[in-house]
């Protein structure tokens, strides 16, 4: 009994040992340092070389010439949130059946953390599923991740006519699949014609495709235009699965003409100068009262130097 | 030793004690306005250091409650202009008793105004550049001349018609004062002796900046309504709207001087001094000027309505909607033009203390006429706004804006009671001159009565 009590105290004072030995090993080799807290510097440090995340996102749009814009879109995290990143190069690349790459081409984003590049499609060959397959690639640096994106395309185009009647116009589109069996209409899409504001597009109307693949839309009289009454016009079949953006532009006088000549306005706030009638009404009001002030002032001077008779 | 009347020295009698030293009470009241200072600070400090977020004033909404209070301060400055200017210029004798008390109004009112627009200015730090980067074109720069200009102006007329008070004090063994006020007294006197020419010099210069204040005053309060009238927005882009905040800034001045008779009257026993018959001359005046506001108030909102322009008619419903701004409408209209008429045409409310009450609404309701045309044009803008937070679109008030607008009225109060302790409230000089008169008016065969109540 004596002898267990005596190898249970043996015991205790071991695994008190132990504990301490632990926590000294712990201290020693650093591993207990975030416990008991970090270097103010270290922490600076750790924030000034902080990776941030970025992530991109990959669309495309085809034009009736062939030629296809690919749109790459840059964000980093930052403080918890997604914001546009400008001022980054972007790759893109083609991908072939063997998802080999091979390099379009590089650009820079912008301000919109946006990176574009354009190039046309009847240089290029389709996989053999009859599509484009892109791959846009943003290395990353110091700071920042890297991070791709990649996007399939079917080869399609959406043409736009312009109908011109007596007093009325209307556009007429088609939009077509191009398939390695030959042309085929796309039905029930969704076509927007938007016109060219000063700051962003301006929807005016919108038609859905028949079987054919056909629509036409009348477009709508009395928008402003250029001093040639000249409208930018844009149609689009926007952000579809199988072939991203289809879009055709042209530009036509179906617009007011509206003269935008910047003419100096006579009494603009921001103008050189005041008119001189103001300047002249300004300083002859001030004038009289503060002369007037003076005069008082004079007379106040004059009560104090005066002597009693 | 300048020579005061019996009535003159009546007057000495009872400003002495708080010429002389501060009493008790006195401390109380100057620590409570301290401290409702000091609870503005605090908000002001709030407003520096968070921003203007804490204010209720938004994207669309740039204006609140400040540029109220800043146009209704400068309003009541009116009571000095009209009172001490105007009866000045047509010699009304009883103007004398109270024309201090409307002198101090002008000045200490056209001191803090300017305050609120600080406080409704983003950026203090570049407040020099309203004068480095003047426009003449600007009306806000017509405002800022014409404001200091006025505030210039009102401290000299004060100081003219305190210049012999001044001397009195300084020679006056009646009051016990300390050397350090006796010695300020005697600076501030400008060696004035009572000598023909120094009163003559005295009057000349009072005659000058008579006519002066008043077209200047005029100018100030055109000035500062085409801030409003020069923009192209519901509501403020009116021909009228100069004569017209001219007519309510001289309106409600006299609403706040006809209550500071009616307070100091009762708080210090002024009754042989601040006649009945003051309360009705100003009641007279008062219900002139309602009438015109009134036919005003319905000039300009009868040719709004009947243009039936979209944006003004959308204005328009909002006064007369009891959800939105129907009450706040009512209240002006009623208590604003309405209650001073019916207590002064009618005989038997011809009292001073109803035509006091009448005055404190008619002075709330003068500042919450000024609130209406503030927020509610800026509350209807011209572009339709979409998908934005109902906040951003409606203005409301918050606890900063009310603690710097309730600290402005305790320092304009505190200004008042510091101003007190350096100058009587009724005129000395000028109640002895008005004695001296009746009694020549006596000697020449004219009645000359003792000054008691009608």
């Given at each position: 009994?004596?002898q267990?009590?005596?190898?249970?105290?043996?015991?205790?004072?071991?695994?008190?040992l132990?504990?301490t030995?632990?926590?000294?090993v712990?201290?020693?080799?650093g591993?207990?340092q975030?416990i008991c807290?970090?270097?103010?510097t270290?922490?600076i440090?750790?924030?000034?070389?902080?990776?941030?995340?970025?992530?991109m996102?990959?669309?495309?749009s085809?034009?009736?010439?062939?030629?296809?814009?690919l749109?790459?879109?840059?964000?980093?995290?930052v403080?918890?949130?997604?914001?546009?990143?400008p001022?980054q190069?972007?790759?893109?690349?083609?991908l072939?059946?063997?998802?080999?790459?091979?390099?379009?081409?590089?650009?820079?984003?912008?301000?919109?953390?946006l990176a574009?590049?354009?190039f046309?499609s009847?240089?290029?060959?389709?996989?053999?599923d009859?599509?484009?397959?892109?791959?846009?690639?943003?290395?990353?640096?110091?700071?920042?991740s890297?991070?791709?994106?990649?996007?399939?395309?079917?080869?399609?185009?959406l043409?736009?006519?312009?109908?011109?009647g007596?007093?009325?116009?209307?556009?007429?589109f088609?939009?077509t699949?191009?398939?390695?069996?030959?042309?085929?209409p796309i039905?029930?899409?969704t076509?927007?014609?938007?016109?060219?504001r000063?700051?962003?597009?301006?929807?005016?109307?919108?038609?859905?495709t028949?079987?054919?693949?056909?629509v036409?839309v009348?477009?709508?009289?009395?928008?402003?235009?250029?001093?040639?009454?000249n409208?930018?016009?844009m149609?689009?079949?926007?952000e579809?699965?199988?072939?991203?953006?289809?879009e055709?532009k042209?530009t036509k006088p179906?617009?007011?003409?509206?003269?935008?000549?910047?003419t100096?306005l006579?009494?603009?706030?921001w103008s050189d100068?005041?008119?001189?009638?103001?300047?002249?009404?300004?300083?002859?009001?001030?004038?009289?009262v503060?002369?007037?002030?003076?005069i008082?002032?004079?007379?106040l001077f004059r009560?104090?130097?005066e002597?009693p008779? | 030793?300048l020579?005061?009347?019996?009535?003159?020295?009546?007057v000495?009698?009872?400003?002495?004690p708080?010429?002389?030293r501060?009493?008790?009470?006195e401390?109380i009241?100057?620590?409570?306005?301290?401290?409702?200072?000091?609870?503005?600070l605090?908000?002001?400090?709030?407003?520096?250091?968070?921003?203007?977020?804490?204010t209720g004033?938004?994207d669309n909404?740039?204006w609140?409650?400040y540029?109220?209070?800043?146009?209704?301060f400068i309003?009541i400055?009116?009571?000095?202009?009209?009172?001490?200017?105007?009866l000045?210029l047509?010699?009304?004798e009883?103007r004398?008793?109270?024309i201090?008390?409307a002198?101090l109004?002008?000045?200490i009112a056209t001191?803090?105004?300017?305050l609120?627009?600080?406080?409704c200015?983003?950026r203090?730090?570049?407040?020099?550049?309203?004068?480095?980067y003047?426009?003449?074109q600007?009306?806000?720069?017509?405002?800022?001349?014409?404001?200091?200009?006025?505030?210039?102006?009102?401290?000299?007329?004060?100081?003219?018609?305190?210049?012999k008070d001044?001397a009195?004090?300084?020679?006056?063994?009646l009051?016990?004062?300390s050397?350090?006020?006796?010695k300020?007294?005697?600076?501030?006197?400008?060696?004035?002796?009572?000598?023909?020419?120094q009163n003559r010099?005295?009057?000349?210069?009072a005659n000058?900046?008579?006519?002066i204040?008043?077209?200047?005053?005029?100018?100030?309060h055109?000035?500062?309504?085409?801030?409003f009238g020069?923009?192209?927005?519901?509501g403020?882009?009116s021909t009228?709207f100069?004569?017209?905040?001219?007519?309510?800034?001289?309106?409600?001045?006299?609403?706040?001087?006809?209550?500071?008779?009616?307070?100091?009257?009762?708080?210090?026993?002024?009754?042989?001094?601040?006649?009945?018959?003051?309360?009705?001359?100003?009641g007279?005046?008062?219900?002139?000027?309602?009438a015109?506001?009134?036919?005003?108030?319905?000039?300009e909102?009868?040719?709004?309505?009947?243009g039936?322009?979209k944006?003004?008619?959308?204005l328009?419903?909002k006064?007369?909607?009891?959800?939105?701004?129907g009450?706040l409408f009512?209240?002006?209209?009623?208590?604003?033009?309405?209650l001073?008429?019916?207590v002064?045409?009618?005989?038997?409310?011809?009292?001073?203390g109803?035509?006091a009450?009448?005055?404190g609404?008619m002075?709330?309701a003068?500042?919450v006429?000024?609130?209406?045309?503030v927020v509610?044009?800026?509350e209807?803008p011209?572009?339709?706004?979409?998908?934005?937070?109902?906040e951003?679109?409606k203005?409301?008030?918050?606890?900063v804006?009310w603690a710097?607008t309730?600290?402005g009225i305790?320092?304009?109060?505190?200004?008042f009671?510091?101003?007190?302790?350096?100058?009587?409230?009724?005129?000395v000089?000028?109640?002895t001159d008005?004695?001296?008169?009746?009694?020549n008016q006596?000697?020449?065969?004219t009645?000359f009565?003792?000054p008691a109540?009608?």
């Open positions: 009994m004596v267990n009590s005596k190898s249970l105290r043996m015991n205790k004072v071991s695994g008190q132990q504990w030995i632990l926590v000294l712990a201290l020693f080799t591993a207990i975030p807290g970090q270097d103010s270290a922490v440090e750790e924030k000034e070389d902080a990776v941030f995340k970025t992530k996102t990959l669309t495309g085809q034009f009736p010439d062939g030629s296809i814009q749109e790459a879109l840059l964000r980093s995290k403080e918890g949130s997604y914001q546009k990143t001022k190069k972007i790759s893109f690349f083609a072939n059946d063997a998802a080999e790459e091979s390099l379009l081409g590089d650009t820079v984003t912008g301000e919109d953390g574009r590049f354009v046309y009847e240089n290029k060959k389709v996989n053999e009859g599509t484009f397959s892109f791959i846009a690639r943003y290395d990353g640096n110091d700071h920042m890297g991070s791709e994106s990649d996007l399939i395309l079917n080869p399609a185009k043409v736009m006519e312009p109908v011109e007596d007093s009325t116009y209307s556009l007429k088609q939009a699949a191009l398939t390695s069996d030959g042309p085929a039905a029930e899409a076509v927007s014609i938007y016109v060219k000063m700051f962003s597009n301006l929807k005016v109307a919108e038609g859905t028949d079987a054919d693949g056909m036409e009348d477009f709508p009289n009395g928008l402003s235009g250029d001093q040639e009454a409208l930018d016009i149609a689009k079949i926007e579809t699965d199988e072939y991203g953006n289809l055709a042209m179906w617009g007011k003409p509206v003269s935008y000549a910047i100096e006579p009494h603009a706030l100068h005041p008119p001189v009638w103001m300047i002249v009404t300004f300083f002859v009001l001030m004038g009289a503060w002369i007037h002030y003076l008082i002032i004079i007379n009560i104090k130097t002597k008779s | 030793m020579k005061i009347s019996h009535a003159g020295h009546e000495l009698k009872t400003f002495a708080l010429l002389e501060t009493r008790t009470r401390w009241w100057i620590f409570f306005l301290l401290g409702v200072i000091a609870w503005g605090y908000a002001l400090y709030l407003q520096i250091t968070v921003g203007h977020t804490v004033m938004r909404v740039v609140g409650i540029i109220a209070n800043f146009i209704f309003g400055s009116y009571a000095g202009a009209v009172i001490s200017g105007f000045h047509l010699k009304v009883w004398k008793p109270i201090r008390i002198e109004i002008t000045v001191f803090i105004g300017p609120f627009i600080l406080l200015v983003g203090l730090d570049r407040l020099h550049h309203l004068v480095l003047a426009r003449l600007s009306p806000i720069t017509w405002d800022v001349l014409a404001i200091s200009t006025y505030l210039v102006g009102g401290l000299i007329f004060l100081y003219l018609a305190t210049i001044f009195i004090y300084r020679d006056s063994t009051l016990k004062l050397k350090w006020k006796r300020l007294f005697a600076i501030l006197a400008l060696n004035y002796r009572d000598t023909p020419g010099r005295i009057e000349v210069s000058l900046m008579a006519i204040i008043i077209p200047l005053a005029i100018i100030v055109s000035v500062l309504s085409w801030i020069m923009t192209l927005r519901p403020w882009h009228i100069g004569p017209y905040f001219v007519l309510a800034a001289i309106y409600s001045g006299t609403g706040v001087l006809l209550i500071c008779m009616w307070i100091f009257r009762k708080m210090y026993k002024l009754e042989a001094f601040i006649l009945d018959k003051h309360f009705s001359y100003l007279y005046i008062m219900l002139v000027l309602a015109g506001y009134g036919y005003f108030t319905f000039s909102y009868l040719t709004d309505w009947y039936s322009e944006w003004i008619s959308q328009i419903r006064f007369f909607d009891w959800d939105q701004y009450a009512l209240f002006t209209n009623v208590g604003g033009i309405l001073p008429i019916i002064v045409a009618v005989p038997k409310l011809r009292k001073p109803y035509i009450i009448a005055s609404i002075v709330l003068m500042w006429k000024r609130y209406l045309i509610p044009t800026l209807t011209l572009l339709p706004i979409e998908d934005i937070r109902p951003y679109l203005y409301s008030i918050t606890w804006e710097l309730f600290s305790a320092l304009f109060l505190l200004l009671t510091i101003a007190a302790k350096f100058m009587t409230l009724i005129p000089s000028e109640v008005e004695e001296d008169e009746k009694i006596s000697q020449h065969g009645e009565k003792v109540h009608e």
